[in-house]
């Protein structure tokens, strides 16, 4: 069906020049980059219900101002970086949820406007989300990969998304929770070469991404990639996350990043985390000790968790 067409530059701005320098400052200098944690779990603590379709988006449409308080939890935990609530905001997404499909590029937009709002005045960057695919069909698939779409059609759903993203001007992106090596190679294809990005896997176990490759694949996807300034994982079972970490840097020497959920697993029927969770804060040593750069939190990890682990990284 042909090649997907890159997102090209549409100008060179202040976020396009500072936002590098200040990400290749935090890689550069000593010690760990904190990360936020989840943000929906931060606001159902807050008292959000997000038993939407939409999920966080929702909320973002709703009251954009409690997405801001969420972030602000994270900064005031100690978070240097926080992640927007764009993860399942696309046009596809919100035509089947029933919206206008013109709205989601408002709410990507306004994603990126709300983390803004919670950093303003400190050195906090903002990473835009960049969800799968199958985060829209709102039953788990994100979990599994293997969409029965072609790398081409992956690559033409994320191109519309990352040029909004873009035009947003975030400091970096945060391509996340890819279950599949065809779904990296699809993103790397339209990702801009002019904004950087990490780029974030979630796996099954302690070696293979959910659709069944090796973890070693999705590194070597990202390998010379211009835009891509460090890998990792995400929203995986933090007992699997040293043994990934250890296979990522037996091949790369780009820095690690990792931020699994709380443990349990996800129930797609009821939109909640199961069974019990391991805090992310007494694992995050190990994860230090096998590479990891950059530290967090995924689904189930609430900003008094992100401050806790903070406090473990530092120690």
Same mark, same amino acid.
């Given at each position: 069906?042909?090649?997907?067409?890159?997102?090209?530059?549409?100008?060179?701005?202040?976020?396009?020049?500072?936002?590098?320098?200040?990400? @290749?400052?935090?890689?550069?200098?000593?010690?760990?980059?904190?990360?936020?944690?989840?943000?929906?779990?931060?606001?159902?603590?807050?008292?959000?219900?997000?038993?939407?379709?939409?999920?966080?988006?929702?909320?973002?449409?709703?009251?954009?101002?409690?997405?801001t308080d969420a972030h602000?939890?994270?900064?005031?935990?100690?978070?240097?970086?926080?992640?927007?609530?764009?993860?399942?905001? @696309?046009?596809?997404?919100?035509?089947?949820?029933?919206?206008?499909?013109?709205?989601?590029? *408002?709410?990507?937009?306004?994603?990126?406007?709300?983390?803004?709002?919670?950093?303003?005045?400190?050195?906090?960057?903002?990473?835009?989300?960049?969800?799968?695919?199958?985060?829209? @069909?709102?039953?788990?698939?994100?979990?599994?990969?293997?969409?029965?779409?072609?790398?081409?059609?992956?690559?033409?759903?994320?191109?519309?998304?990352?040029?909004?993203?873009?035009?947003?001007?975030?400091?970096?992106?945060a391509i996340e929770t890819?279950?599949?090596?065809?779904?990296?190679?699809?993103?790397?294809?339209?990702?801009?070469?002019?904004?950087?990005?990490?780029?974030?896997?979630?796996?099954?176990?302690?070696?293979?991404?959910?659709?069944?490759?090796?973890?070693?694949?999705?590194?070597?996807?990202?390998?010379?990639?211009?835009?891509?300034?460090?890998?990792?994982?995400?929203?995986?079972?933090?007992?699997?996350?040293?043994?990934?970490?250890?296979?990522?840097? *037996?091949?790369?020497?780009?820095?690690?990043?990792?931020?699994?959920?709380?443990?349990?697993?996800?129930?797609?029927?009821?939109?909640?985390?199961?069974?019990?969770?391991?805090?992310?804060?007494?694992?995050?040593?190990?994860?230090? *000790?096998?590479?990891?750069?950059?530290?967090?939190?995924?689904?189930?990890?609430?900003?008094?968790?992100?401050?806790?682990?903070?406090?473990?990284?530092?120690?």
């Amino acid at each position: 069906m042909g090649r997907a067409i890159q997102v090209a530059p549409t100008g060179v701005g202040p976020c396009d020049i500072m936002a590098p320098m200040r990400l @290749s400052g935090l890689l550069a200098a000593p010690g760990i980059i904190v990360i936020d944690g989840g943000l929906s779990t931060q606001l159902e603590v807050m008292g959000h219900d997000l038993r939407d379709p939409l999920w966080t988006a929702r909320t973002l449409l709703d009251d954009p101002g409690a997405v801001t308080d969420a972030h602000r939890a994270f900064v005031a935990a100690g978070a240097q970086v926080v992640i927007t609530t764009s993860y399942q905001v @696309s046009r596809q997404g919100f035509a089947e949820a029933g919206l206008d499909p013109r709205r989601a590029d *408002d709410a990507l937009m306004a994603s990126v406007q709300a983390a803004r709002a919670a950093v303003a005045g400190s050195e906090v960057l903002v990473a835009a989300s960049v969800g799968p695919y199958g985060a829209i @069909s709102h039953d788990g698939a994100e979990y599994r990969g293997n969409y029965g779409r072609t790398e081409y059609q992956l690559a033409q759903f994320h191109a519309e998304r990352l040029d909004v993203l873009r035009a947003a001007e975030p400091d970096l992106l945060a391509i996340e929770t890819i279950p599949d090596v065809v779904e990296v190679r699809a993103l790397l294809s339209v990702l801009p070469t002019d904004l950087p990005a990490w780029v974030s896997v979630t796996a099954s176990d302690g070696s293979h991404l959910r659709a069944g490759q090796p973890i070693e694949e999705a590194v070597a996807a990202c390998a010379g990639h211009p835009a891509v300034v460090a890998v990792g994982i995400n929203c995986t079972e933090p007992e699997h996350v040293p043994g990934l970490l250890q296979r990522m840097a *037996d091949v790369t020497d780009l820095p690690l990043i990792a931020y699994p959920n709380a443990g349990g697993s996800w129930d797609a029927a009821i939109r909640r985390w199961i069974e019990p969770r391991q805090p992310v804060e007494e694992a995050v040593r190990e994860w230090i *000790d096998r590479g990891a750069r950059i530290v967090g939190g995924c689904c189930g990890t609430d900003a008094r968790a992100i401050g806790r682990l903070a406090h473990a990284a530092a120690a």
